[in-house]
């Protein structure tokens, strides 16, 4: 069927908020770099440059009432994005001495309205098998709904993931497993080495259309009863030779698409402002914690 004008315009505005999306989680990775450079990061933090692609058309993949399980930051960060709930308080849970609940940001009604795709911060509840039981839950309840489990690509090797995949099949549950391939150039094979028995969907991770079109058909496969799927996404790292920056992908496709540099420039701008406010509120929640310094006295006594 060929595409009305008003159809390829609403598909054209879908590409321009994935393109905005993965702005923000660049940008946002930006700001957690320099902050670790800056000394001010309270643990461990792994820049995904080049991973923006998978991580935003993952997610928007999902569907309101879908559950999603992980512990990958940057996914958790284009949850966050792709649900329109403020950054802030993501930056200033990293930053913060102690850990941040809610830095006086209120939860609004479209924040509650997805309470439930959000995963805690047990790492028992972002795990593979744990993920099951969310599945489990769904299929008893009925509805289509789904769990998304999104693990590393050194996870996906693991025994419990091939637990994991052997129940699934079992149950036939409503599950899609997502793992990131991420070639670093050591020549070391990543990734998943076996299927498990698993369909598998192998996609190009630089390209956040095809990444969300391969997901959403796992996710409606397993909303129909068709069971679980793993959705493999090659990706690079932007300091690798033979990768290509998902940024810089996407604004080709859409220059060829016919979007102005103008157009994309203020998708850049505001992209740039959403984040700096977002860094200057943790950076103000950050200074007004800290302790105030101790200053010494005009003078000294005799007695000193």
């Given at each position: 069927m060929?595409r009305?004008p ?6 054209l505005?879908?590409?321009?908020e994935l393109?905005?999306r993965?702005w923000v ?6 700001a957690?770099?320099?902050s670790r450079?800056d000394?001010?990061l309270n643990?461990?933090?792994v820049?995904?440059?080049?991973q923006e ?11 309101p009432?879908?559950?999603m399980s992980t512990?990958i930051?940057?996914f958790?960060?284009?949850q ?8 802030g ?8 001495p102690?850990?941040?609940a ?7 009604p479209f ?10 911060s ?6 593979i098998?744990?993920a099951?039981?969310?599945a489990y839950?769904?299929q008893?309840?009925?509805g289509?709904?789904?769990t998304l489990c999104?693990?590393g690509?050194?996870?996906v090797n693991s025994p419990?993931?091939?637990?994991a995949?052997t129940?699934?099949l ?6 899609v497993f997502?793992v990131e391939n991420?070639?670093d150039?050591?020549?070391?094979r990543?990734?998943p080495r076996?299927?498990h028995g ?5 996609v190009d991770?630089?390209n ?7 997901v ?5 496969r397993?909303?129909?009863?068709g069971g679980?799927?793993l959705?493999?996404?090659?990706t690079?790292r ?11 992908y996407?604004r080709?496709q859409?220059?060829?698409a ?10 850049e701008?505001r992209a740039?402002?959403?984040?700096g406010?977002?860094a200057?509120f943790a ?5 007004a914690?800290?302790?105030?310094p ?5 003078h000294?006594s005799?007695?000193?």
């Amino acid at each position: 069927m060929a595409r009305t004008p008003e159809l390829s315009a609403a598909h054209l505005g879908e590409q321009l908020e994935l393109y905005r999306r993965m702005w923000v989680l660049r940008l946002l990775d930006m700001a957690l770099e320099e902050s670790r450079i800056d000394g001010l990061l309270n643990g461990p933090m792994v820049a995904a440059f080049g991973q923006e692609a998978v991580a935003v058309g993952t997610i928007a993949a999902l569907r309101p009432g879908d559950i999603m399980s992980t512990a990958i930051r940057h996914f958790e960060h284009a949850q966050r994005v792709g649900q329109v709930l403020p950054l802030g308080p993501a930056i200033a849970e990293m930053i913060a001495p102690r850990p941040v609940a809610a830095c006086g940001v209120q939860e609004s009604p479209f924040a509650a309205e997805w309470k439930q795709i959000f995963a805690t911060s047990n790492p028992l509840r972002r795990s593979i098998l744990f993920a099951l039981g969310d599945a489990y839950a769904q299929q008893v309840a009925g509805g289509g709904k789904v769990t998304l489990c999104v693990v590393g690509d050194d996870a996906v090797n693991s025994p419990e993931f091939k637990s994991a995949a052997t129940i699934a099949l079992s149950w036939r549950l409503p599950v899609v497993f997502v793992v990131e391939n991420i070639r670093d150039g050591s020549g070391v094979r990543r990734g998943p080495r076996e299927r498990h028995g698993l369909p598998v969907l192998s996609v190009d991770g630089k390209n956040v259309v095809t990444v969300h079109d391969s997901v959403a058909q796992a996710v409606q496969r397993a909303g129909a009863g068709g069971g679980p799927t793993l959705v493999e996404a090659v990706t690079y790292r932007t300091n690798h030779p033979a990768g290509v920056d998902p940024l810089v992908y996407a604004r080709r496709q859409l220059t060829r698409a016919g979007v102005s540099a103008a157009h994309l420039y203020e998708v850049e701008r505001r992209a740039r402002r959403l984040v700096g406010e977002a860094a200057a509120f943790a950076n103000a929640q950050l200074r007004a914690e800290r302790p105030a310094p101790v200053s010494e006295p005009g003078h000294w006594s005799s007695a000193s």
